[in-house]
């Protein structure tokens, strides 16, 4: 797409530009290819023969990478929508360049060139010698992910809205979901998932989908983020050294009773974390009260493995039960992939760690628990298999009509730090980008 109605901005003068320069190259490689064709023609000196050939060859190819260049970088070919999905639905046939993995049984077959893209992306982090970002991300779906090559072949990956809940698909920045079907870096265990490490062997799972809900008081339900009404969204800024992505969101419980809600990730090449901000808006005739949790059952190291192995972690050491965490004498938390003793795990895990970090504002409550629903019996081992969770809560939060409220979190992947025999969390630093004035209401 090269505009947005939402936000009235678009690149087309670019973007013609753009292709009519690449137009033009290409015609002039290609008359050079003509010329040395003819050499297929010649019946004089073998030597002159094959200088001829390699000299094709050599056009060929750089009219290959010019290709390859063009489609990536300016008809935003990647490494996660480069296929052709064709699928049978309810009798008809259709044709996407997307596809969920919980939709693949409809899939008959698919023409995938994603890993050509992929190739390229990792050919570029070690040309660059830094960490490089690639984006895929469809504004009218909102739904996209963010990938981290580096120069070693480890990577990260973010995936956003690419998930169902309650029968609702997901739009626009929420964490969670797998890569598309046909991508190749996409782990056949479902280790890619939300936000993913690759060592260079394999991939593991850092965080799942973000559990995430919106409670208006005097309001019946509990908003999920696929119940949120998608109003739009856009990149904000796309370079191989930081995507920012932002969309906005409104509910109307009725009574004239409205919020809206803008959301921002803003990944950076060379960190191991990203920041997302959410911004509630009280768009009411009249004051309301709401409470926002955020909270997950990340399943540390493999997906299927699930919560298995999976123990609280704080600045101060382990979390082994169910508790509440002072949210001021800690500023993150997260969960460590060694086994609880307290759950009786003896057996050797991944050893991956995550972290989750509030930056603003202070929390009401923060536990960790064997359910999202309740804390906290702090006689009980975190032993669930499936839901070993970590909730950060805001509860009784009042908005005047036309006022705001920022909440920034950082989540990311936390190290072992073998000197101090310690996990050790990366230092956040928020860009400029997330400061209030900054912001599109």
Excluded at 7 to 25: C, D, M, Q, R, V
Excluded at 276 to 300: C, H, K, M, Q
Excluded at 361 to 367: D, I, T
Aim: proline share 3%; aromatic share 12%; hydrophobic share 40%.
């Amino acid at each position: 797409m090269t505009g947005n109605s939402l936000y009235g901005e678009g690149t087309p003068e670019i973007l013609s530009k753009k292709t009519a320069f690449g137009g033009g190259l290409l015609t002039a490689v290609a008359g050079l290819a003509g010329k040395y064709t003819r050499l297929s023609y010649y019946t004089g000196s073998p030597k002159r023969l094959a200088a001829g050939l390699m000299a094709l060859l050599f056009l060929i190819s750089v009219i290959s990478v010019f290709a390859l260049v063009v489609f990536h970088e300016i008809f935003n070919f990647t490494s996660s929508n480069s296929a052709i999905y064709v699928l049978k639905k309810d009798g008809a046939i259709e044709l996407r360049r997307d596809l969920l993995v919980e939709e693949s049984e409809h899939l008959l077959f698919m023409i995938n060139v994603n890993c050509i893209f992929d190739y390229y992306m990792r050919a570029l982090a070690v040309v660059r010698n830094r960490p490089t970002l690639e984006l895929t991300w469809d504004e009218d779906e909102g739904t996209g992910d963010i990938k981290q090559y580096r120069p070693d072949g480890t990577m990260l990956t973010l995936t956003l809205s690419r998930f169902r809940e309650e029968g609702l698909k997901a739009k626009g920045v929420f964490i969670g979901g797998d890569l598309p079907y046909g991508d190749v870096s996409r782990s056949l265990v479902r280790n890619t998932s939300g936000f993913a490490y690759y060592d260079g062997k394999r991939w593991n799972h850092i965080w799942c989908a973000l559990n995430e809900g919106f409670k208006i008081y005097g309001t019946e339900r509990t908003i999920m983020p696929a119940m949120w009404k998608y109003e739009g969204s856009r990149v904000r800024r796309n370079t191989r050294d930081m995507v920012i992505i932002e969309s906005i969101h409104e509910t109307d419980e009725g009574g004239g009773v409205r919020f809206r809600m803008l959301r921002r990730v803003v990944f950076r090449a060379q960190d191991d974390y990203f920041v997302l901000l959410t911004r509630f808006i009280n768009i009411s005739p009249f004051l309301l009260i709401y409470g926002y949790s955020a909270g997950d059952e990340p399943w540390v190291g493999h997906y299927y493995g699930m919560s298995g192995g999976d123990v609280g972690w704080v600045e101060g050491g382990l979390i082994e039960t169910e508790q509440f965490i002072s949210p001021t004498g800690n500023r993150y938390a997260g969960f460590w992939d060694v086994g609880n003793k307290a759950a009786g795990e003896e057996q050797v895990y991944s050893g991956y760690a995550n972290f989750v970090e509030w930056i603003t504002p202070l929390p009401n409550q923060v536990f960790f628990s064997n359910t999202l629903e309740r804390c906290c019996s702090e006689q009980t081992p975190l032993s669930s298999m499936d839901n070993r969770v970590i909730n950060i809560m805001w509860l009784e939060q009042a908005l005047s009509p036309g006022q705001s409220r920022d909440y920034i979190l950082a989540f990311g992947k936390a190290t072992f730090d073998h000197a101090s025999q310690s996990l050790k969390k990366p230092e956040v630093v928020l860009d400029e980008s997330l400061k209030k004035e900054t912001l599109t209401d």
